[in-house]
């Protein structure tokens, strides 16, 4: 089989897929006959080949796929105006600061947000499919740690956590605002849609602006210091 054949496999199986495909997957195609570099190549040649199309091929955590290209989203919208309910940012603010900080504990979200997380937020991201437990702290009472998922990577369409948006030493990371956007559209565009989003309550003590730098500038969580005198966080609804 010529290369130009391959592609055309290729194109047609990642075309009619409901999901992304595997390496693995798509060198079942072949019967294993192509090897995993040559398999790439083609796949390369294949997404340069439908450069300045509205769909592009990209490589995402769990595999590739076709996908519209983002500039086309106000368009494509129009075919589905109802959009389920958003997320609130309670939610999104524990969801950033897991992808940020991962593998993290709730003691050390709460840490950051100032404020108790409601297990109903944790819920609500396990059961979207964003975060999961990966195994637990040896400290006393081992608390679960948790990190992102493939899922929650695909749904943004990156390929790893490398591609997030940047933090900036010093300063209130601007990143959040886009990651917390990108977020958005992800849980508009997920099926079923999530449950109703959770507002804060009117009469809860505000919790500090999102912060993932300490004093010094450096991005790095503190350790909880038990002589801290400090005011413990106060509860919050999801």
């Known amino acids: ?18 999901q992304p495909l595997t390496l693995r997957e ?26 300045g199309r509205g769909v592009e091929l990209v490589a995402l955590a769990s595999g590739w796929r076709f996908q519209s290209r983002p500039e086309l989203r106000e368009y494509l919208d129009r075919l589905h105006p109802e959009k389920p309910p958003r997320y ?26 100032g404020v108790v997380v409601a297990s109903q937020i944790i819920k609500q991201l396990e059961d979207r499919g964003w975060i999961e437990a990966i195994g637990h702290r040896e400290t006393p009472g081992r608390p679960a740690l948790y990190a ?14 490398e591609q997030l948006p940047a933090l900036e030493v010093g300063s209130e990371p601007p990143a959040f605002e886009a990651l917390q956007g990108q977020l ?32 010094d500038g450096t991005p790095a969580l503190p350790d909880p210091d038990p002589q801290d005198p400090s005011p413990q966080p106060q509860p919050e609804s999801a």
């Open 1 to 18: 089989m010529n290369s130009q054949d391959a592609k055309r496999v290729l194109e047609t199986a990642l075309i009619c897929a409901s």
């Open 26 to 51: 798509l060198r079942s195609l072949f019967a294993d006959e192509l090897g995993a570099d040559t398999l790439r190549g083609l796949l390369d040649e294949l997404s340069r080949d439908w450069e």
């Open 88 to 113: 609130s940012r309670a939610v999104l603010e524990t969801l950033a600061i897991i992808a940020y900080r991962q593998p993290v504990t709730r003691g050390d979200i709460e840490d950051i947000r």
């Open 148 to 161: 992102t998922t493939k899922t929650f990577l695909d749904d943004l369409g990156l390929a790893s956590l």
């Open 184 to 215: 958005l559209d992800a849980a508009e565009e997920a099926a079923p849609a999530p449950p109703p989003a959770e507002t804060e309550p009117a009469a809860e003590v505000p919790a500090p602006s999102l912060s993932l730098f300490g004093d």
